[in-house]
C-alpha cells in the first residue's frame, strides 16, 4: 500500500453493532409513507384530501422514526414532504382538537410532551432534514418545516404559526426558542403573536426559506439536495447538527471549546483521512461516514 492510499476500513465489532446499527428501509410505518431512496429517507405525510393533517397515530409514529434514525445504517439524510399541494395543515381539527377539549390536565401535558418530543427526535437524529414545503404549512405543519435543517418552499407557500387563533400561546414545540433564531426575534414574535400567514416569497427574504423552488420541481430538489449531503461526510455531518444545537446554550469560550473537541474527534475518522489523500492524488473524495 502507497503512502497516499488511506486504510481500508476497520469493520465493527457484531456485538458492537447489534442494537447499534438499524436498517430503516423496510420501516413498517402506517400513518404516513416511509421509504429509503439510496441513502436518503423520504417521509411523505399522506393524507392530500384534507391538506396532511396530523393523527395522535402520525406524531407517534414520526417520533418513533426519528428516534430509530439515530441508529440508522442506511439512512444518511432525510426529506420531509407532504403529498399533493400542500405540505401540513397541523392537528386533525376532527381526530385531535376535538378529542384534546374533552381531555383534563394530566393526558393534555401527556399530548404536549409528546409533540414536543418529536422535535426532540428531529433535532436529536443526526441525519441533516430537508423540509420540501408547499402549499399550506400550519400550526404544527409550521413546527415541523422548522424543526428540519433546512428548508425548500415555493412562491406559493403559506406558512402560518396559528396557536394564538385558536386561543393558544405560540410556545408551542420549542416555537419560541427556535424561530427567533431562524427569523430574529421581533420576526417571530409578530408572527407567533398573530398567528398571521407568511408567504413565500416573504419567508425566503426573512431566512425562513433556503431557497425557492418551481411546485413542479419542489420535491426533485429536495431529493438532490439531500443526495447531496448524503454522499458528505455523514459524521462529521451529525457532528455539526450537534454543535448548531447544542451551541444555543453556550458562551462564545464554552462553544469554541466544544468545537475543538468536536473537530479533534472528526480529525480521527476515516473520511477526514480519505478526504486528504484524494486531494494529494487530485481526486474527488468518497466518503464512508466513519
Not at 415555493?154 to 396559528?162: Q, W
Request: hydrophobic share 45%.
Amino acid at each position: 500500500m502507497s503512502a497516499t492510499e488511506p486504510s481500508p476500513p476497520t469493520p465493527a465489532h457484531p456485538a458492537l453493532l447489534a442494537g447499534n446499527r438499524l436498517t430503516l428501509a423496510g420501516y413498517p410505518a402506517r400513518h404516513v409513507l416511509w421509504q429509503v431512496a439510496g441513502a436518503v429517507g423520504v417521509l411523505t405525510l399522506n393524507r392530500p384530501e384534507r391538506k396532511n393533517p396530523l393523527t395522535f397515530e402520525a406524531y407517534a409514529e414520526m417520533r418513533d422514526l426519528f428516534r430509530a434514525l439515530a441508529q440508522a445504517s442506511d439512512v444518511k439524510a432525510v426529506v420531509v414532504q407532504g403529498a399533493g399541494e400542500n405540505f401540513c395543515s397541523g392537528g386533525d381539527v376532527h381526530e385531535i382538537i376535538g378529542p384534546l377539549v374533552q381531555l383534563q390536565a394530566p393526558e393534555l401535558l401527556m399530548f404536549t410532551r409528546m409533540t414536543g418530543d418529536l422535535v426532540k427526535a428531529m433535532r436529536a437524529c443526526p441525519q441533516p432534514i430537508v423540509a420540501a414545503v408547499d402549499g399550506v404549512s400550519a400550526g404544527a405543519g409550521a413546527i415541523i418545516a422548522m424543526a428540519s435543517d433546512l428548508r425548500l418552499g415555493t412562491a406559493r407557500s403559506k406558512t402560518a404559526f396559528l396557536f394564538n387563533r385558536v386561543g393558544l400561546a405560540g410556545c408551542d414545540m420549542g416555537a419560541c426558542a427556535m424561530l427567533p433564531r431562524l427569523v430574529g426575534q421581533g420576526r417571530a414574535s409578530e408572527l407567533l403573536y398573530t398567528g398571521r400567514t407568511l408567504g413565500g416569497e416573504e419567508a425566503e427574504r426573512w431566512g425562513y426559506f433556503n431557497r425557492l423552488v418551481a411546485p413542479e420541481a419542489l420535491a426533485a430538489q429536495a431529493l438532490v439536495l439531500a443526495e447531496e449531503l448524503a454522499a458528505g461526510p455523514s459524521f462529521a455531518n451529525g457532528i455539526t447538527k450537534t454543535m448548531l444545537h447544542q451551541e444555543w446554550n453556550m458562551g462564545i469560550d464554552q462553544a469554541i471549546e466544544a468545537e475543538a473537541q468536536a473537530q479533534a474527534l472528526c480529525m480521527l475518522t476515516e473520511d477526514f483521512h480519505r478526504a486528504y489523500h484524494a486531494f494529494v492524488t487530485r481526486q474527488r473524495p468518497t466518503f464512508v461516514g466513519r
